[in-house]
């Protein structure tokens, strides 16, 4: 389908963002200051306990909420800044948000085919080219023989299938997920992974992935790390390296924090091919 349905990506930025929920009993930070750059048609896992902020992030790039401060831009839209018809619009073309629980996505009683049509009857008004056909997409997704099939019949993990295909339905430009894989085996696992694969490959959509499944982040060419509402380590193709902020700030690995307690000082030493941090030498 790439031919006739393939994508231009949207960029994304973020910025110094902070996020607050307003709390009864004090306010909860959510973000702190997190500084991302995901170039268009990129595929990107975020990874991160519960509690870490990452859905919060997924949320600040869906347009659901704005920043308590910074700035979240995707594409040429400022997130902070969008009105209510920019929002209709931003929603409409250029971002699709896939949540956790399959149920929230479809309609159970209705058959798949209904479903995309049914994703689809909203989505076309503020695109400036057509969508393929609900048949068209479900066969580019190799997903044409479930399409006679209510929704509610199906195994987990092929409502999993669907539920991307919804998110795909109206063509966004970046497509969100919020973990895919959870309560799924292996199988369904790695079938739900190839779809996605297929979504940014040959659609072409930017891909954001919430996960906290170290295994999925792992087969995503770059994931990024978030604890305690900041970016920590980025992985690039199973190498890990630690991401120093646009403050100058920097967190590092759980394994490394271990052995480096609060309050330990490090030497910084510049040389030819980078820069080292290390413990300076006990006195003699």
């Given at each position: 389908m790439r031919s006739t349905s393939a994508i231009v990506g949207v960029d994304v930025r973020c910025e110094s963002v902070v996020y607050i929920y307003p709390m009864s009993d004090g306010d909860v930070v959510a973000l702190r200051g997190v500084d991302l750059d995901i170039e268009a048609g990129e595929s990107v896992a975020i990874l991160g306990p519960s509690g870490s902020g990452k859905s919060t992030l997924l949320s600040l790039l869906a347009g659901l909420v704005k920043p308590s401060a910074g700035l979240v831009r995707v594409g040429s839209y400022d997130v902070s800044q969008m009105t209510r018809q920019q929002l209709m619009e931003f929603r409409g073309a250029t971002v699709?948000?896939?949540?956790?629980?399959?149920?929230?996505?479809?309609?159970?009683?209705?058959?798949?085919?209904?479903?995309?049509?049914?994703?689809?009857?909203?989505?076309?008004?503020?695109?400036?080219?057509?969508?393929?056909?609900?048949?068209?997409?479900?066969?580019?997704?190799?997903?044409?023989?479930?399409?006679?099939?209510?929704?509610?019949?199906?195994?987990?993990?092929?409502?999993?299938?669907?539920a991307l295909a919804m998110?795909?339905?109206?063509m966004p430009?970046?497509?969100?997920?919020?973990?895919?894989?959870?309560?799924?085996?292996?199988?369904?696992?790695?079938?739900?992974?190839?779809?996605?694969?297929?979504?940014?490959?040959?659609?072409?959509?930017?891909?954001?992935?919430?996960?906290?499944d170290p295994a999925?982040?792992?087969?995503?060419?770059?994931?990024?790390?978030?604890?305690?509402?900041?970016?920590?380590t980025e992985g690039r193709r199973g190498e890990e390296f630690v991401v120093i902020a646009r403050d100058g700030t920097l967190q590092l690995p759980p394994a490394v924090l271990q052995s480096l307690p609060p309050g330990t000082l490090l030497r910084l030493r510049a040389h030819s091919t980078g820069v080292d941090l290390r413990k300076p030498e006990s006195p003699q």
């Open positions: 699709s948000l896939v949540l956790q629980s399959a149920s929230m996505n479809l309609l159970p009683y209705a058959t798949v085919l209904e479903n995309v049509q049914f994703a689809q009857s909203g989505g076309g008004r503020h695109r400036d080219r057509p969508l393929p056909s609900p048949t068209e997409l479900l066969a580019g997704l190799g997903l044409s023989r479930m399409a006679p099939q209510p929704v509610a019949t199906l195994s987990g993990g092929d409502q999993r299938l669907i998110g795909m339905a109206t430009r970046m497509l969100l997920v919020d973990e895919p894989t959870s309560e799924l085996d292996p199988e369904s696992r790695d079938r739900v992974m190839a779809m996605l694969f297929e979504i940014n490959q040959e659609f072409g959509a930017t891909l954001v992935i919430v996960t906290h999925v982040a792992t087969v995503i060419p770059r994931s990024v790390t978030i604890r305690d509402g900041r970016v920590g």
